[in-house]
């Protein structure tokens, strides 16, 4: 796979469209519906069968998507804003649902769903900042210290808050 070119344009998405794709659990794409593959500029052939992490944009603190997986993985469903990067270089912000899905027979996890759809500029604006901070902590000191930073974050907007609650936090605190 190519490198993709950066362009510091943003995609606008339609509100009343919503991107779904599925992966298996180790998060290979099983599925990709047409409004992802139209944002993404990516052909189902070019996502079937490929990580989720083709549209991860470099933007991305590394310490949200392990705790996204610690969550998922632990069989409790989630939500993140997520900056995604598209084929040519664009990118566009999302928030994300994921949920589990499960064998019927055996409750095993084989795989996840989501569906992400477009999110307002204020959280983008507070989410944006958080992950700048959380990107520079990791490029300078890992991805132990942006998770340390991460979780004292959260303390100081209340005890009880949770990575997996951050985002409706994000919307009460602001």
Same mark, same amino acid.
């Given at each position: 796979?190519?490198?993709?070119?950066?362009?510091?344009?943003? /995609?606008?998405?339609?509100?009343?469209?919503?991107?779904?794709?599925?992966?298996? $659990?180790?998060?290979?794409?099983?599925?990709?519906?047409?409004?992802?593959?139209?944002?993404?500029?990516?052909? +189902?052939?070019?996502?079937?069968?490929?990580?989720?992490?083709?549209?991860?944009?470099?933007?991305?603190?590394?310490?949200?998507?392990?705790? %996204?997986? $610690?969550?998922?993985?632990?069989?409790?469903?989630?939500?993140?804003?997520?900056?995604? @990067?598209?084929?040519? *270089?664009?990118?566009?912000?999302?928030?994300?649902?994921?949920?589990?899905?499960?064998?019927?027979?055996? *409750? =095993?996890?084989?795989?996840?769903?989501?569906?992400?759809?477009?999110?307002?500029?204020?959280?983008?604006? /507070?989410?944006? +900042?958080?992950? =700048?901070? %959380? @990107?520079?902590?990791?490029? $300078?000191?890992?991805?132990?210290?942006?998770?340390?930073?991460?979780?004292?974050? @959260? =303390?100081?907007? *209340?005890?009880? /808050?949770?990575?997996?609650? !951050?985002?409706? $936090? !994000?919307?009460?605190?602001?």
């Amino acid at each position: 796979m190519a490198k993709v070119t950066l362009i510091d344009e943003e /995609i606008e998405l339609d509100p009343k469209r919503y991107i779904v794709s599925e992966t298996d $659990e180790k998060g290979k794409i099983t599925f990709a519906n047409d409004y992802f593959m139209e944002v993404s500029g990516y052909t +189902q052939e070019e996502l079937i069968g490929k990580p989720h992490n083709i549209v991860r944009h470099p933007d991305m603190p590394k310490v949200v998507f392990k705790l %996204l997986w $610690e969550t998922i993985s632990k069989g409790k469903n989630i939500n993140a804003v997520v900056k995604n @990067l598209a084929k040519d *270089g664009r990118y566009y912000w999302i928030f994300t649902e994921f949920e589990i899905r499960k064998d019927t027979d055996t *409750g =095993k996890i084989i795989g996840y769903h989501a569906s992400r759809k477009t999110i307002s500029k204020h959280v983008i604006e /507070i989410i944006s +900042q958080l992950y =700048k901070e %959380l @990107l520079r902590i990791e490029n $300078e000191s890992g991805i132990e210290a942006s998770e340390k930073y991460l979780i004292n974050f @959260l =303390k100081e907007k *209340g005890d009880d /808050i949770e990575f997996s609650n !951050i985002m409706e $936090e !994000i919307h009460r605190f602001y």
